[in-house]
């Protein structure tokens, strides 16, 4: 796995585990073997903004709950469990459409970035925000 996939994994196992009973309830997140198989869709490849959504499939994997299909989770998780601003919301709902989502969960900051975005692309996709990544796994979850 390249570095930057690593520091992403790495980050959203440690903020598993801080938040471990607020995320999974009485699960112990110590006790499972994690594989997750991380896809890069951002222009460079890089992958280094993938925690959140790392978080989120660690996550889906305790509770035994998938997540929503067609969904594209943006956010770059730190070990203190706050998600990055987002310089580029609009072209990152624009590679969202292009690579086929229904859906982006975006974190709240990235909201008035959005005034820009075309009336044409906000029609194509469904624009979801989170506050947190508790709040984003809530949206992410299906019911």
Same mark, same amino acid.
């Given at each position: 796995m390249p570095p930057p996939f690593r520091e992403s994994a790495r980050y959203a196992e440690q903020n598993l585990y801080a938040k471990a009973k607020?995320?999974?309830? /009485?699960? /112990?997140?110590?006790?499972?073997e994690f594989s997750v198989q991380l896809r890069a869709l951002d222009r460079d490849r890089s992958g280094a903004s993938l925690g959140l959504p790392? @978080?989120?499939?660690?996550c889906s994997g305790l509770l035994e709950k998938s997540l929503k299909g067609g969904l594209i989770v943006v956010g770059? @998780?730190?070990?203190?469990?706050?998600?990055?601003?987002l310089p580029n919301a609009v072209g990152v709902v624009e590679v969202a459409v292009e690579k086929g989502a229904q859906t982006i969960l975006l974190p709240i900051s990235a909201r008035k970035q959005l005034f820009e975005l075309s009336d044409d692309m906000a029609t194509r996709i469904n624009i979801q925000f989170y506050s947190g990544p508790t709040d984003a796994l809530l949206k992410a979850l299906l019911e």
């Open positions: 607020e995320l999974v309830g /009485d699960r /112990d997140p110590r006790a499972h790392t @978080l989120l499939a660690f770059a @998780l730190n070990l203190g469990g706050s998600v990055a601003l």
